[in-house]
C-alpha cells in the first residue's frame, strides 16, 4: 500500500512534468514560429535589394547584428567597402571616447614671469554659439599675466584628402585649426527686403564684405575669396530672411586678433623658440559629451575634424589628424574585418571606405564605452530629432543612429529596436545609386520597418 501524502506528490510531480512538456512544447512552437517569420523576412529584404528600383539603380550593402547573441542576423554584400559619407563621425565617436577623457582640453600654457604663453589643442569650443561657454574665455578675461599666443610647429593642412576643393567657402567645410574661434564660421545675415546685410558676425569682417552688381537674381550667396577673407555679395532685393555661415581663412594674426577684440586686451604672437617652452599646464574647457552630441545630432564636419586634431595632440603632442587615425587602427581597430581605409574626422573625403559589417563591430565597441542608454541621448532620433528628425517616423521611435550623405552616396548605421524589444545594431550603406535620395530612403524605411515589426 503506498501511503496517501506519497500518492499526492506523485501525482503532484506527474502533473508538474505534464505542464513543463507543454510549456517546452510551446516555447518550441513560438520559437519555430518567430524563426519562420523572420526566414520570410529575410526573403523579403532579400527580394527587395534584387527586384526594387531604389536598390537597382545603385550598389547597396546591409548588415543586421545582435550583440546579446552575438549573432549576425543578416546580412547583403556586408563585406563590400562603401563610401561612408558622415558615417565616418562614429569612427571620430570612438577616438573621442577611448582618447579624449570626460572634458575638452582647451588650452596648454606655460607662465614665464609676468608672460602667459599658450597654445591651441584643437578645441571647438571657444566663442562657438552652438557650444556650452569656454573656461578658456574666462581665463584670459581673468589673467593679469600679459598673453602670447603659440602657433603650433606643425601645422595641418586647412581642408583634409579628397575633399571638394570648390566647397571651401561652404559652411560644412570650415577650415581645421590650432585654435578655432566662432566655430571657424563668419555668420553674414540679410533681412527681407533688403539689398544689404544687416549683421556680419564676427564685426570685425563686416569691411571684408562688399557689392557687386547682380549677374544672377537667383544666386543670394556670399562668396569668400579662396586665399582670403575677402566676401562679394551680388547687391539685389532678398525675397527672404537669409543667414549664411562662410568659413574663416585663418592666420596667426587673425586669430590674435579676434581673442584681444573679445577679451579686451592684447594678445601677441609668440616670436620666441617654441620648441624649448614645456606647456606643463592645460585648462579644460567643456564636457566632451556637449561637442559629441553636435557632432553626431547635427552631423556638424568642424567639430569632428577638431576632435581627430585634439587626439592626436593628446597621443603625440602635434595636431596631425593621420597621428590619430594611425593610433586608433593600431590600438583600438585591429580587430575589425575590414581594414578601414578612413581619412578624416567629418566623412568629407571621397577616400574614405568602410563595410558594413566593420561599422557594426565599430558601434559594438562605442556601445561598451557608453551605456546604450546615454548613446541614444547623443544620436540623432528617426522622426524626433538631429539630421533624422523628418525620416522613419513612427509612434515609438525605433531608429537611433548616424546618418552620411554625399552626392551619389548615402549611410545609416546604428540601433534599431523592434516591436519585441530586441536593440539590434546595423549598418545600411549606398554607393553610385542614380535615384534620388529621398526615393532610396523610402526602400530604406520598407526594410527597416520589416525588421522592427518582425524580429
Known sequence: MIPEHLKKRKKLKISSTIVNQALILVLASLIIT????????????????????????????????????????????ADKY?????NTKLFTLYTGLKI?????????????????????????????????????????????????????????????????????????????????????????????????????????????????????PANKYTQRDISSNKMEFQEFERTEDFTQYIPFHF???????IISDTIQDTVKIYSGDIKKLDFDNTLYSVPADSIYKRMMQVSDNFIAE??????????????????????????????????????????????????PRSMVKLIEKIENEIPVEKLFKILAVGGESGTLKNYYKAETPYIYAKTGTLRNNHSLSGFLVTKSGRILIFSFMNSNYTVPTSELKQGMTRILERIRDNY
Request: charge should be negative; glycine fraction near 6%; charged fraction near 30%.
Open 34 to 77: 518567430s524563426c519562420s517569420a523572420i526566414k520570410r523576412t529575410n526573403k523579403k529584404i532579400e527580394s527587395d535589394f534584387f527586384e526594387s528600383a531604389e536598390f537597382k539603380k545603385g550598389f547597396a550593402g546591409f548588415a543586421l547584428y545582435d550583440p546579446v547573441s552575438d549573432e549576425m542576423l543578416y546580412t547583403h554584400n
Open 82 to 86: 562603401f563610401t561612408p559619407a558622415s
Open 100 to 216: 579624449l577623457g570626460d572634458s575638452i582640453p582647451g588650452i596648454k600654457y606655460t607662465i614665464k614671469g609676468d608672460s602667459l604663453i599658450f597654445k591651441g589643442t584643437g578645441d571647438p569650443s571657444f566663442l562657438n554659439p552652438d557650444l556650452p561657454e569656454s573656461k578658456v574665455l574666462s581665463f584670459f578675461k581673468q589673467s593679469e599675466k600679459e598673453l602670447f599666443y603659440a602657433p603650433p610647429v606643425y601645422k595641418e593642412k586647412r581642408l583634409g584628402p579628397g575633399w571638394a576643393w570648390d566647397d571651401y567657402d561652404s559652411y560644412y567645410s570650415a577650415e581645421k585649426i590650432d585654435f578655432p574661434i566662432y566655430g571657424n564660421l563668419i555668420e553674414v545675415k540679410f533681412d527681407k527686403g533688403s539689398s544689404k546685410p544687416s549683421a556680419v558676425k564676427p564685426q570685425r569682417f563686416k569691411d571684408s564684405i562688399s557689392a557687386v552688381k547682380p549677374t544672377d
Open 251 to 257: 592666420s596667426n594674426e587673425l586669430i590674435t586678433e
Open 306 to 355: 577638431q576632435i581627430l586634431l585634439m587626439a592626436a595632440d593628446k597621443v603625440s603632442d602635434s595636431l596631425k589628424t593621420s597621428i590619430a587615425i594611425d593610433h586608433m587602427k593600431e590600438n583600438h581597430l585591429k580587430d575589425l574585418l575590414d581594414e578601414p581605409m578612413w581619412y578624416d574626422g567629418s566623412g568629407l573625403s571621397r577616400y574614405n571606405l568602410f563595410t
